[in-house]
């Protein structure tokens, strides 16, 4: 009968009938009688037929429950695995999956396992129908006893996946050193086992962000576009613009139809219309909007609807890297859209242009969370020792008199005359000096930098180099974040904890010497790296891959099972 339910109730009420009855073979332990279903009962598919099975209860056994045999086959189905003992141990050693009164657990469960895919995980390392098959294979007490454990195993792994990532961040690229949360086996399984709403608990695994869910919606959308070649061929010209007319002006006006942003027209002219639907593609993947495809801009409209599914995909992930509570206010620095934002109550109260790291292998900015507790004005560039050995060493032992705004400074924390230090004998390893520079308008750090102490370095800050700003990809520094706007960003800051903002931050800038102003309340900073978000109003959003980390964040998640998949119509 089993096959011929697959067929006329399709699979995903099929797989739930499918395990019922095969709990239903083992729930009577001894004589594991099988209970047939009656179709009459088979509910429509408005959901998973719970009723399906009148499905047994497991018969009493004599004795203490520890020396049962199904307790004894389940404690030799732990093994090793001291979570689970520990887990089973303190609960008695009660299923919590092959009982009768665990059906919606099950199904709960498998409703989850049957949409993995969906969100980005890999469907496979959960091996739903390898559980299907040891459930209707159950035919012993030892048999139900390692149905029990395959469950609870495949549970936790679906569970660590789903909250916390199918991928250790620093297993993919140095500067990806994001603290997450594993969930604790134990805790993780009692949660589950005494949720009142077990599809609930199961849903509330995955991330709850709104872009989280916004992410999920264009995935499904780009896998039908993939399925259906929905985009055409790509445009063949290496750039386009305004005034121009023929087939690869006709090429680029149905690309730009088929991604949405422009209405159906017939024209084969480069004009207004499809110049300011251009302008609003390069808005959306972070390009000046002049309405003019030049090469960056043919090069992004050129890209497959497969190719931004890659992107959403790492995103997905990403998103379960990232803390569940961002907090009420937060800075949030997307660095390949070279932005800093702040956000209260999930609204956007400030925006500045910023100035990332150089991309190589010492000064890409690293991606993670901490708190920003104070402002330092007017502030003293301590230069990195990293920065003092490579760059500015050789410079010295070229020319002792370079880089005269820095000050050389002794262990002691005294100044040092130049003119008394043979530089030569000195290389990276015992070079004894620091060097310095002091606040000026000049100073490397600007006028202020904004502080959440960490073990990189990091902060964001002022710059003299004011002209950075105007170029379209901003990866310039060693590291930190240069913004734009710092004395808004200030001002907004002090504005949650002063009358007079303006007036204390002028005040303290007018003195000319360095000094801290503390935030009454730390502010979450995030440094993130997103290819692929949603705007405040759900549109979806694309920026290149400025380090190269999402590629190969994206060759391990398929390298973990994650497949690309495309999904017909």
């Known amino acids: 009968m089993g096959d011929w339910v697959l067929r006329q109730i399709g699979y995903g009420v099929g797989v739930a009938l499918f395990v019922l009855l095969a709990t239903a073979q083992v729930s009577g332990a001894a004589d594991a009688r099988p209970i047939a279903a009656d179709p009459a009962k088979v509910a429509p598919a408005s959901g998973l037929p719970l ?113 916390s990532g199918v991928l250790t961040p620093a297993d993919i690229a140095p500067g990806i050193v994001r603290d997450i949360a594993r969930p604790k086996p134990e805790q ?58 023929g087939p690869a002006v006709v090429a680029l006006r149905d690309r730009l139809i088929a991604m949405g942003y422009l209405a159906p027209t017939a024209t084969a002219d480069y004009d207004a219309v499809i110049a300011a639907a251009v302008s609003q593609f390069q808005a959306d993947h972070g390009l000046p909007t002049d309405g003019v495809a030049g090469a960056d801009t043919m090069s992004e409209v050129n890209l497959q609807p497969a190719d931004r599914l890659k992107s959403v995909i790492v995103a997905m992930e990403r998103w379960r890297w990232m803390p569940r509570e961002l907090g009420e206010r937060y800075v949030w620095v997307n660095l390949p859209d070279f932005a800093a934002r702040v956000f209260v109550g999930g609204k956007q109260v400030f925006e500045s242009r910023a100035v990332i790291g150089k991309n190589s292998k010492d000064t890409r900015t690293p991606e993670f969370s901490n708190v920003m507790r104070y402002m330092d004005v007017n502030p003293t560039w301590n230069v990195p020792r990293s920065i003092v050995t490579k760059e500015y060493l050789p410079q010295l032992q070229a020319d002792p008199t370079s880089e005269s705004q820095l000050q050389l400074v002794d262990s002691r924390g005294q100044v040092v005359d130049r003119k008394s230090v043979d530089f030569s004998q000195y290389d990276a390893d015992t070079f004894p000096y620091e060097l310095k520079q002091p606040p000026s308008d000049g100073n490397a ?68 010497v360095e000094s801290v102003i503390d935030l009454k309340e730390p502010l979450p900073v995030h440094l993130v790296y997103f290819t692929a978000y949603p705007d405040l109003g759900g549109h979806m959003q694309y920026r290149r891959d400025v380090y190269g980390r999402d590629a190969r964040l994206f060759a391990a998640l398929q390298s973990a099972g994650v497949a690309l998949g495309a999904k017909p119509n």
């Open 445 to 512: 750090l600007g006028l202020v930098k904004f502080m959440f102490p960490n073990k990189y370095n990091i902060y964001l800050h002022d710059t003299p180099s004011k002209y950075l700003f105007k170029n379209h990809v901003r990866a310039y520094s060693h590291g930190c974040i240069r913004l734009q706007r710092p004395f808004d960003l200030a001002n907004l800051l002090l504005g949650w904890q002063s009358a007079s903002p303006e007036a204390e931050f002028k005040t303290a800038l007018a003195k000319k």
């Open 188 to 245: 993780t399984l009692d949660a589950l086992a005494t949720a009142a709403d077990p599809a609930a608990f199961l849903r509330g695994l995955l991330p709850q962000a709104p872009q989280y869910n916004e992410l999920l919606k264009a995935k499904l959308r780009l896998e039908q576009e993939a399925a259906a070649d929905a985009w055409g061929p790509p445009v063949a010209a290496k750039s386009l613009k305004p005034g121009q007319t």
């Open 51 to 163: 009723q399906a099975v009148a499905l047994q209860n497991v018969p009493a056994e004599a004795g203490p429950a520890e020396l049962s045999p199904f307790v004894q086959a389940l404690v030799a189905a732990i093994g090793n695995d001291r979570p689970l003992a520990a887990f089973y141990q303190a609960r008695d050693y009660q299923p919590i999956w092959t009982n009768a009164a665990d059906a919606a657990r099950r199904q709960a469960f498998f409703e989850a396992l049957a949409g993995a895919a969906d969100q980005g995980l890999p469907a496979g390392r959960y091996d739903l129908p390898g559980i299907i098959a040891k459930l209707r294979a159950a035919n012993t007490v030892r048999d139900r006893a390692a149905a029990e454990i395959a469950l609870s195993k495949d549970f936790l792994q679906y569970a660590r996946d789903a909250a």
